[in-house]
């Protein structure tokens, strides 16, 4: 995601922080009421920074747990460190490739924390040789089992927002992303599809498209900016 040289696709810029008060108001004013839908930053600060990229962004046995990171540690972490809002009407994941499936498969898999998901030219299936021995935990993994079970417990409702390019260099991406939209899209699992023209599997090809396509479909169901 270097493409961009501006956060959060580098380490370049500066950092935010939403743990004060405003200018000219003391802390006490900073802090919503009970009421509110809104949680403040509870701390510890921490201090970010890129480490590593996850190979498939699940908890594989005998490796580390990426996906309890991404679904547990990592919400953990914003909300010490940032303004956040407490109900799953705030909370959603973006990835594209690897990272579009693991947002995929923790909203599906966790639709009781997480609402929605912006999946670029995402896989749509496990596909880690990690996973040979595991059928039983790769199963539990699989977005498709992970639709078709949410689809017959009925709820709760969850939004994916799928792009993809036509000149993907993995020329199943489009067919899988179709495939599983025209199965699982239906009932609480609500879907769009943006096909980018000749878009190719990158954040040049992704992130233009985002605000017209992926953004708007799941701004329309989630929770905007509070008090």
């Given at each position: 995601?270097?493409?961009?040289?501006?956060?959060?696709?580098?380490?370049?810029?500066?950092?935010v922080?939403?743990?004060?008060?405003?200018?000219g108001?003391?802390e006490?004013?900073?802090?919503?009421?009970?009421?509110?839908?809104?949680s403040?930053?509870?701390?510890?600060?921490?201090?970010?920074?890129n480490?590593m990229?996850?190979?498939?962004?699940?908890?594989?046995?005998?490796?580390?747990?990426?996906g309890?990171?991404?679904?547990?540690?990592?919400?953990?972490?914003m909300r010490?460190n940032?303004?956040?809002?407490?109900?799953?009407?705030?909370?959603?994941?973006?990835?594209?490739?690897?990272?579009g499936?693991?947002?995929l498969?923790?909203?599906?898999?966790y639709?009781?924390?997480?609402?929605a998901?912006?999946c670029?030219g995402?896989?749509?299936?496990?596909?880690?040789?990690?996973?040979?021995?595991?059928?039983?935990?790769?199963?539990?993994?699989?977005?498709?089992l992970?639709?078709?079970?949410?689809?017959?417990?009925?709820?709760?409702?969850?939004?994916l927002?799928?792009?993809?390019?036509?000149?993907?260099?993995?020329?199943?991406?489009?067919?899988?992303?179709?495939?599983f939209?025209a199965?699982?899209?239906?009932?609480?699992v609500?879907?769009?599809?943006?096909v980018?023209p000749?878009?190719?599997?990158?954040?040049?090809t992704?992130?233009?498209?985002?605000?017209?396509?992926?953004?708007?479909?799941?701004?329309?169901?989630?929770?905007?900016?509070?008090?």
């Amino acid at each position: 995601m270097s493409h961009f040289e501006i956060p959060p696709f580098s380490d370049k810029g500066k950092d935010v922080s939403f743990g004060g008060a405003p200018d000219g108001k003391n802390e006490e004013a900073a802090k919503p009421p009970a009421t509110s839908k809104m949680s403040m930053p509870t701390g510890p600060k921490a201090q970010f920074k890129n480490s590593m990229t996850p190979a498939d962004g699940s908890d594989i046995p005998a490796q580390p747990k990426m996906g309890t990171w991404l679904t547990d540690d990592v919400p953990d972490l914003m909300r010490q460190n940032f303004r956040t809002v407490k109900s799953r009407d705030g909370w959603a994941y973006m990835g594209s490739s690897t990272g579009g499936f693991a947002g995929l498969k923790a909203v599906l898999k966790y639709p009781e924390k997480f609402k929605a998901a912006i999946c670029s030219g995402p896989d749509i299936v496990p596909d880690s040789s990690l996973w040979r021995g595991h059928e039983k935990e790769k199963a539990e993994n699989n977005p498709e089992l992970l639709a078709k079970q949410l689809i017959e417990k009925k709820g709760p409702d969850v939004y994916l927002a799928f792009q993809v390019g036509d000149n993907e260099n993995n020329k199943k991406t489009l067919p899988d992303v179709k495939k599983f939209i025209a199965t699982y899209g239906k009932g609480p699992v609500h879907t769009s599809l943006r096909v980018i023209p000749n878009g190719q599997h990158n954040a040049k090809t992704y992130v233009p498209n985002m605000g017209e396509g992926p953004i708007r479909f799941i701004s329309k169901v989630m929770e905007g900016p509070v008090e």
